[in-house]
Every structure is written in structure tokens, then in C-alpha cells.
């Protein structure tokens, strides 16, 4: 029913530039706060960015400065500029997002992921 639909991703040079982006799709109420997260391999999934519905980010010490992250309300995407990308951002970029959907007369809010996306950065 509801999906996070990610694109974007791809092979870039260390100090080059990507842009990765997420669209919701599906039986929608509202969309809260949505965000970015990365899984290298071997390793923990991290917060990279997050934003809110009023648009109030927050980023990791390690790509603030690095990345963007925005978000349009009216075509329910979120994106994330990436740039001075570095080796150590490879990793499976996660979208995720609070969705409220509609359960009968009632409203319920749950979190929803994305399927991932491929970023390599090489030296």
C-alpha cells in the first residue's frame, strides 16, 4: 500500500557530487518527520539527516557541512545533496519516513523504509 520509492544512487569520485531522492506513494494521511540513514557493509545502520514537516534538519557531525537534505510537501519526496563525497560515505542509503495512514476512522502513524540505494564513492 504505502511505498518509499528510492533513486538516485550511483558511482561518484571522492570530492564529487550525488544527489539521492524518495517518493511516498500510496494511501497517504501525512507524512511527519522523514529522514536519510546508511548501512556500510559489516557495519550499523546510522542517522544521516533528518528533516521535519516544518522543515527543521538535523544532520550527523560527520556530513554536516557535506550534505543537504530537503524535502517538497506537495510531491511527498525527500532528497539528499550530497557533496565533498568521501570514501567513507559508500554505503546503502536508507529513506525513511513517519506516515500517517488512515485505520478505519482512526489515524495511525508508523514508520516506513525505503528499499535502499547503492553509493560509492571511490579514492
Known amino acids: 500500500q504505502v511505498q518509499l520509492v528510492e533513486s538516485g544512487g550511483g558511482l561518484v569520485r571522492a570530492g564529487g557530487s550525488l544527489s539521492v531522492s524518495c517518493a511516498v506513494s500510496g494511501s497517504v494521511f501525512s507524512i511527519g518527520d522523514m529522514g536519510w540513514y546508511r548501512q556500510a557493509p559489516g557495519k550499523q545502520r546510522e542517522l544521516v539527516a533528518t528533516?521535519?514537516?516544518?522543515?527543521?534538519?538535523n544532520y550527523a557531525d560527520s556530513v554536516k557541512g557535506r550534505f543537504t537534505i530537503s524535502r517538497d510537501n506537495t510531491k511527498s519526496t525527500v532528497a539528499l545533496q550530497m557533496n565533498s563525497l568521501k570514501p567513507e560515505d559508500t554505503a546503502v542509503y536508507y529513506c525513511?519516513?513517519?506516515?500517517?495512514?488512515?485505520?478505519?476512522?482512526?489515524?495511525?502513524?508508523?514508520?516506513?523504509w525505503g528499499q535502499g540505494t547503492q553509493v560509492t564513492v571511490s579514492a
Open positions: 525513511n519516513a513517519r506516515i500517517s495512514t488512515h485505520q478505519g476512522f482512526r489515524i495511525r502513524a508508523e514508520d516506513y
Open positions: 528533516i521535519t514537516s516544518a522543515g527543521r534538519t
